[in-house]
């Protein structure tokens, strides 16, 4: 099953996804469909006028413009997952990935498709971590 | 129009091999070991792993095959930009956003590897209560003592 994680470049939601069998649906894979395609504008631009335009479908015009180029990207793939796992207290610094209401965006796209969906925190000891990998795995596998 | 040498049709992904801090395996050993592999894929070592490039089965392939190296402390995933790209790549000055974040991850790769080999033995474990902040009260009653 195809499965949307937030944050969308998740290296541990990735692998973890992976190593249970499913397909993880990430920022990076979207990503790269953008910087391979030789047709796209001329870097650094990844993320094209166009893109925020389809970004309206997620949210409204009034809302910056930031937050629907990044929508325009991670929307698709909420639509296209069959189920989402989100992680959160991810630090505020996360990159690309740093901006809040997108990420309260993407929640309540998550919510509204109504797919089964699992909220973990980040673990910060060894005994948190145990938990996570077990919800997330006892998740997985119960989605075949 | 070829892309980056290869054929257009072939599909190419580009992968991030990260190593958790607590694994003895080096990057040079998993350099060392896809080249033994002559798998037909371009690899870069980096500081935290290695990146791999190539058609999108024989990246699959070879990840099969360095993860046998330390399979819960080798971790992937894909990557957006290519290798070496210059939006990305230090050698041209390119930004990092990722970088913050990867950092993170890797710190955590430790705890996610305990948490890896207890499901595989399928052990029990119980919720732990999250650690709250310091109450208010608590922290002004610090702070006037400090004065």
Known sequence: MKVFIVPPNSLILYDLVERYGHTPLSLMGAISKRVMNPEIESPPINVTPNDVKKGLKYAGIEVPSGIRGRLAIWGPLVDEAEAAIIMEDAPFEFGCVGCHRTDEMVRYLVKKRKIPFLEVRYPNSEDEAKVLVSKIKAFLEGLK | ?147
């Not at chain 2, 209560?129 to 610090?142: A, C, M, N, Q, S």
Request: proline content about 5%; glycine content about 6%; aromatic content about 4%.
């Open chain 2, 1 to 147: 129009m070829p892309v980056r040498g290869r054929e257009m049709s072939k599909e190419i992904e580009t992968r991030m091999i990260v190593i958790a801090p607590s694994s003895s395996v080096t990057p040079d050993q998993i350099t060392r070991l896809i080249h033994t592999l002559s798998t037909e894929v371009t690899v870069k070592e980096t500081c935290y792993g290695a990146m791999v490039e190539g058609g999108k089965e024989e990246v699959a392939r070879t990840i099969e095959a360095v993860r046998k190296l330390d399979s819960n402390r080798i971790f992937t995933k894909v990557r957006g930009f290519p290798i070496g790209d210059a939006r990305r790549c230090r050698a041209h000055h390119g930004s990092r956003p990722g970088f913050t974040q990867l950092e993170k991850e890797w710190e955590c790769l430790s705890l996610i590897e305990k948490g890896v080999s207890s499901a595989e033995k399928c052990e029990v474990v119980h919720e732990v209560p999250r650690r709250k902040g310091i109450p208010i009260e608590e922290l002004k009653r610090i702070v006037e003592e400090t004065k």
